[in-house]
T-cell receptor, first 111, second 114 residues
Framework: DQQVKQNSPSLSVQEGRISILNCDYT??????FLWYKKYPAEGPTFLIS?????DKNEDGRFTVFLNKSAKHLSLHIVPSQPGDSAVYFC??????????FGTGTSLTVIP | DAGITQSPRHKVTETGTPVTLRCHQT?????MYWYRQDPGHGLRLIHY???????DKGEVSDGYSVSRSKTEDFLLTLESATSSQTSVYFC?????????????FGDGTRLSIL
């Protein structure tokens, strides 16, 4: 059973607008979360992380929000750029345990 | 560039044949991982290693074995390949002394088993 879910397989956004990618998890023991970006024919690239002691982490245009009570995290990209078009994966782990990945959301930023 | 090389990048083989995929790192990191990526499943951990000759299973380890005789190399072997093992395989490495650190991935091996 999928412990980390990304329920939107795809998302299209106009250049300059905000992209919001969502991720839900089921295991309450998860306490560390990552977002990866993947271009075709390449491996995933680490973007940003957040631990459960925080509810927000920001790095440039990328911000991750964590809502522990809802078991939900989201990645905001502002402003979106055409180069952000890629597949985005969220991943979650508990202390000392492996990461579990979501199925990915394909983001298209329209110029 | 995370200094990870996977070989081969593409392979087509037949059911029942043995297959070995290689991952080579230049970073001297302790932790190395093998994942498979399939539609509808995201990335799933097959096996990982936390040092030379130290390996452990991930969530989808059945049908796979691994070996790590040197810090820089982590091999994934399919002893008798099946069509269900057709997938894209990614190797990853991470810094530090824990499995739950951000990982850096190679560019993948596309394996087709006919």
């Amino acid at each position: 059973d999928q412990q980390v879910k990304q329920n939107s397989p795809s998302l299209s956004v106009q250049e300059g607008r905000i992209s919001i990618l969502n991720c839900d998890y089921t295991n309450s023991m998860f306490d560390y979360f990552l977002w990866y970006k993947k271009y075709p024919a390449e491996g995933p690239t680490f973007l940003i992380s957040i631990s459960s002691i925080k509810d927000k982490n920001e790095d440039g245009r990328f911000t991750v929000f964590l809502n522990k009570s809802a078991k939900h995290l989201s990645l905001h990209i502002v402003p979106s750029q055409p180069g952000d078009s890629a597949v985005y994966f969220c991943a979650a782990s508990g202390i000392g345990n492996q990461f579990y990945f979501g199925t990915g959301t394909s983001l298209t930023v329209i110029p | 560039d995370a200094g990870i090389t996977q070989s081969p990048r593409h392979k087509v083989t037949e059911t029942g044949t043995p297959v070995t995929l290689r991952c080579h790192q230049t970073e001297n990191h302790r932790y190395m991982y093998w994942y498979r990526q399939d539609p509808g499943h995201g990335l799933r951990l097959i096996h990982y290693s936390y040092g030379v000759k130290d390996t452990d299973k991930g969530e989808v380890s059945d049908g796979y074995s691994v070996s790590r005789s040197k810090t820089e190399d982590f091999l994934l072997t399919l002893e008798s390949a099946t069509s269900s093992q057709t997938s894209v395989y990614f190797c990853a490495i991470s810094e530090g002394d824990s499995i739950n650190q951000p990982q850096h991935f190679g560019d993948g091996t596309r394996l087709s088993i006919l």
